[in-house]
């Protein structure tokens, strides 16, 4: 079963940076976009970031010009860097990918989550 590794994250100081990174278990893979999201308690889960293969990236506005996402894929893997880190980016990180599985057929993958805390 193809997994999604996540590292990094953990306990950040306030205006600190944070780097958190992905890794799929099947290198042979081909993954399409990949993306990095963020739970809160009570809250749904939402985007923080994403990257297409070809290097397109989209972040939440509450991110932009703070959040960088980046994809090696040959390895499949991305790392997301997040400099000012703020209270408001504290949550369970996920990150997240789409597998092609056929021609214009994907199968989402999930990682299991990393938190990261945010002190002030």
């Known amino acids: 079963q193809v997994q999604l590794v996540e590292s990094g994250g953990g306990s950040v100081q306030a205006g600190g940076s944070l780097v958190l990174s992905c890794a799929t278990s099947e290198g042979s893979l081909i993954i399409s976009d990949m993306a990095w999201y963020r739970q809160t308690p009570g809250k749904q889960r939402e985007l923080v970031a994403k990257?297409?293969?070809?290097?397109?990236?989209n972040y939440a506005d509450s991110v932009k010009g703070r959040a960088t996402i980046s994809r090696e894929n040959a390895a499949n893997t991305i790392a997301l860097q997040m400099n000012g880190v703020r209270s408001e980016d504290a949550g369970i990180y996920y990150c997240?990918?789409?597998?092609?599985?056929?021609?214009?057929?994907?199968?989402?993958?999930w990682g299991r989550g990393i938190p990261v805390l945010v002190s002030s």
């Open positions: 997240n990918a789409d597998a092609v599985v056929g021609q214009n057929q994907y199968r989402e993958l």
């Open positions: 990257i297409s293969r070809d290097g397109n990236t």
